[in-house]
C-alpha cells in the first residue's frame, strides 16, 4: 500500500508530571473524584498472581489478525481472563527469538483498562497496542498510519487513575520507539493528538469540531484510559493506529475500514516489533 510522504510531528511530546493530589474530596460532579490513595477494595496486585508471562505485550484489536495467527499454529495459549462474556485467552508467540504475550483488550475503556490491569500484575512490563480509529479529516486515507502521543479523556476510566485534565499523554519512548520502527521500513506516519470517548453514537458535529479545533486528528475509545493506567502503573504504553472510517463529513463514511485485512496484519507486525524494541 501507499502512504503520503508527509509526516506531521507533535512539538512536545512529554508526559506532564502527575502533582501530588490532595486527599479524596466529593465534588459537585463525581467524574473529578480522583483518590489518590493505592489501597482498592480489589486491588489486581492482590487478586491475580504472577504468572510465567513474557515481559513484552502486544494488545491487537484485530481478532482476524489473532484468528489468522491460531490458524497458522503461531500461537501458544497460557491464560485466560475473565469476564461475564466468558473467557479472553491470552497468547504467547516468538518474533524474531523474542517471546511476546498477546490478547485483545475488549471494547471500550473500562475493559481495555481492567485487562491492561490484570496483565500488569501477572508480570507484562511494556506494551504497545494497534487498532483502527475514525478520522476527523477526510484527507487522511484509510490505511494511514497514526500514532497518538495525547488523548483527550473524553471518557470515564482515566479520571479513576489520574487527577482531572482535559489530556493524557502515551509515554515518550513508546512513541519515540514506534516512529523509529516506522521510520526504518520507510513508512510516513502522523503523529497527534487523539480523542477518546465513550460514546461513538454521541460523535456530534459540534462535538466534533471543538475537538478538530484542539488538534485531534482521529477519535477512539481507549487510549486515554490506556495511557492513565500505564502512567499510574510506572509501566511503558504506545499505540499504533491506522486511518478508519471518516466522520468529517455532514455523513458517517465507513470507507470499510474494518475489512483491511493487509493493512491490519502490517500493523500488527509493525506494533510487535516497536514493542519488543522498549
Known amino acids: 500500500m501507499q502512504y503520503s510522504p508527509i509526516i506531521t510531528l507533535m512539538s512536545d511530546i512529554a508526559p506532564q508530571p502527575v502533582s501530588a493530589a490532595p486527599a479524596y474530596q466529593p465534588q459537585p460532579y463525581p467524574i473529578l473524584e480522583y483518590d489518590p490513595s493505592p489501597d482498592a477494595i480489589i486491588d489486581p496486585h492482590r487478586m491475580v498472581q504472577p504468572i510465567d508471562i513474557p515481559q513484552h505485550c502486544v494488545l491487537c484489536f484485530f481478532q482476524d489478525v489473532i484468528e489468522k495467527l491460531l490458524a ?12 461475564e462474556m466468558g473467557k479472553h485467552p491470552v497468547y504467547e508467540f516468538e518474533y524474531n527469538g523474542q517471546r511476546v504475550a498477546l490478547l485483545h483488550p475488549g471494547i471500550g475503556a473500562p475493559m481495555a483498562a481492567a485487562f491492561l490491569e490484570e496483565i500488569i500484575a501477572w508480570g507484562c512490563r511494556k506494551f504497545c497496542a494497534c487498532g483502527g480509529a475514525g478520522v476527523l479529516d477526510r484527507q487522511i486515507s484509510v490505511g494511514r498510519l497514526i500514532i497518538p502521543a495525547t488523548a483527550v479523556r ?4 482515566s479520571y479513576h487513575y489520574l487527577p482531572p485534565s482535559r489530556e493524557v499523554d502515551a509515554a515518550p519512548e513508546a512513541v519515540a520507539a514506534i516512529q ?26 459540534a462535538r466534533i469540531r471543538q475537538r478538530r479545533s484542539e488538534g485531534c486528528l482521529t477519535v477512539e475509545m481507549e487510549a486515554a484510559a490506556f495511557f492513565a493506567v500505564a502512567r499510574y502503573r510506572g509501566v511503558p504504553f504506545g499505540q499504533l493506529l491506522y486511518g478508519g472510517d471518516d466522520i468529517s463529513g455532514s455523513e458517517w463514511d465507513s470507507r470499510r475500514w474494518d475489512r483491511r485485512a493487509s493493512v491490519r496484519e502490517k500493523v500488527f507486525w509493525l506494533t510487535t516489533e516497536a514493542c519488543l524494541s522498549l
Do not use: M, N
Request: aromatic share 10%; net charge negative; glycine share 4%.
Open 154 to 157: 473524553d471518557e470515564g476510566t
Open 72 to 83: 497458522e499454529q503461531r500461537l501458544k495459549h497460557i491464560a485466560d481472563l475473565h469476564s
Open 180 to 205: 523509529k520502527v516506522l521510520s526504518a521500513s520507510g513508512l510516513s506516519y502522523i503523529v497527534t493528538k487523539t480523542w477518546t470517548t465513550d460514546a461513538f453514537y454521541r460523535e456530534t458535529p
